[in-house]
């Protein structure tokens, strides 16, 4: 079965949130939701619509609700700096029951290769349940970059943690 393909019970389903002050008040559009939507519906998940919301509590509150639908993945972008207010990794990191740090060791290796910047990235990667939640940086490119690690892995992540024992 490939990330594109439905589990038993239909297509996966998955969330995004959005961590931006600025563009949670309308000051600028969001331009990393569309380019993480788009990768997700062309592994085959059935997305809810993106949630834009200020940094900080609003992420977490954000988080929890997203987890009471159940998806597959939540895939979170900004808020992973070093910013005052860059507090994703914060409200993500109590959600989580297990960590799964090769993934960001991985992104953050790969971006490093193109930015020495991506190595300040403290985004977390893991499970909630059988929800994957991985923090991806706020820039277009960054979500980019992680985007590209995810690809091989993210359709036997998805397998694990709905209890496939394929390996």
């Known amino acids: 079965m490939s990330a594109c393909e439905p589990h038993n019970?239909?297509?996966?389903k998955a969330g995004v949130v959005i961590a931006s002050n600025r563009a949670a008040a309308g000051i600028y559009e969001d331009r990393s939701g569309p380019v993480i939507l788009d990768w997700l519906a062309e592994h085959g998940y059935d997305t809810f619509p993106a949630m834009v919301v200020p940094d900080g509590a609003p992420v977490g509150a954000a988080l929890r609700a997203l987890l009471s639908q159940e998806p597959s993945v939540i895939i979170t972008s900004g808020g992973t700096g070093l910013s005052p207010d860059d507090l994703t990794?914060?409200?993500?990191?109590p959600l989580l029951d297990r960590e799964i740090p090769g993934i960001m060791e991985?992104?953050?290796r790969a971006g490093a290769a193109k930015t020495p910047l991506a190595m300040l990235s403290r985004g977390h990667a893991g499970a909630a349940g059988k929800t994957f939640i991985i923090n991806l940086p706020g820039s277009p490119k960054g979500v980019m970059d992680g985007l590209a690690v995810l690809?091989?892995?993210?359709?036997h992540l998805c397998?694990?943690?709905e209890g496939s024992h394929e390996h």
């Open 9 to 12: 019970h239909g297509p996966r």
């Open 106 to 108: 991985g992104i953050r």
């Open 159 to 161: 397998e694990q943690l």
């Open 89 to 93: 990794p914060e409200m993500t990191l």
């Open 151 to 155: 690809d091989p892995v993210i359709g």
